[in-house]
């Protein structure tokens, strides 16, 4: 079946503007993720929902960045007010934590740069 | 929260040779351990995962093992082959906290 799908794959935009990052999870997969993946570096977790709990967002690094979920599938993580330092890598995953391990199945990403 | 510690951040090994990555992690809570695989321009694929009810698990020529005494887990890739030449990230979880805190990771470089 179809994996994660992420859109747009690459966005350029400057520094102030905002940006709206899109998932599609899995078919029927509750869980959703999104990481930050800067050159180089590994995944910084951001913030995860699960079904119709309330999303855990520990993860999110300012109050520039904001995420919801509509319908339990398709989710937005939105940029205010971009800076330089908010390029990097989008990475959206979801898994099904009713089966054992709970893989997470991972997008392609969405490449930002915020000139 | 969970802190995960990678190491070595470069491996290079020769083919045929064995590549053997660590991590820490911080909570001792913790009980899920995944390794992913991030080919260049690719997105991270699940390798291999551990429980903390398991000391070691193998899949072909790669393994992992745990301890949590220590609070340490380990990749080991034997027999390397280029196509193992990859971005390795370790994970850990804590129980039913499905969010994962990644490593930095490992580049593994398999020279011909």
């Known amino acids: 079946g179809a994996g994660v799908s992420q859109s747009p794959s690459n966005k350029v935009t400057e520094k102030g503007k905002d940006v709206e990052l899109r998932c599609d999870p899995i078919?029927?997969?509750?869980?959703l993720y999104w990481y930050r993946q800067s050159l180089g570096q590994g995944l910084e977790f951001l913030i995860y929902f699960q079904g119709n709990s309330a999303p855990d967002k520990s993860g999110l690094p300012s109050d520039r960045f904001s995420a919801e979920r509509t319908g339990g599938s398709v989710s937005t993580l939105t940029i205010q007010r971009t800076q330089q330092e908010d390029s990097a890598v989008y990475l959206c995953?979801?898994?099904?934590?009713?089966?054992?391990?709970?893989?997470?199945?991972f997008g392609p990403g969405t490449r930002l740069t915020v000139l | 929260g969970e802190n995960v510690e990678q190491h070595p951040s470069t491996l290079s090994v020769q083919e045929g040779d064995s590549a053997v990555i660590k991590c820490t992690y911080s909570?001792?809570?913790?009980?899920?351990f995944p390794w992913y695989k991030q080919e260049l321009g690719k997105r991270p694929q699940l390798i291999i995962d551990?429980?903390?009810?398991?000391g070691e698990k193998k899949d072909q020529r790669i393994a992992v093992t745990l301890n949590k005494t220590a609070k340490h887990f380990s990749l080991h890739i034997t027999e390397t082959q280029p196509e193992d030449s990859a971005v390795y990230f370790c994970?850990?979880?804590?129980?039913?906290?499905?969010?994962?805190?990644f490593g930095a990771g490992t580049t593994v470089t398999v020279r011909a």
């Open positions: 078919s029927g997969h509750t869980a």
């Open positions: 994970a850990a979880s804590l129980y039913n906290d499905y969010k994962l805190s």
């Open positions: 551990i429980r903390s009810n398991v």
């Open positions: 995953a979801s898994s099904d934590p009713s089966r054992q391990g709970n893989e997470q199945f």
């Open positions: 909570d001792s809570a913790s009980n899920y």
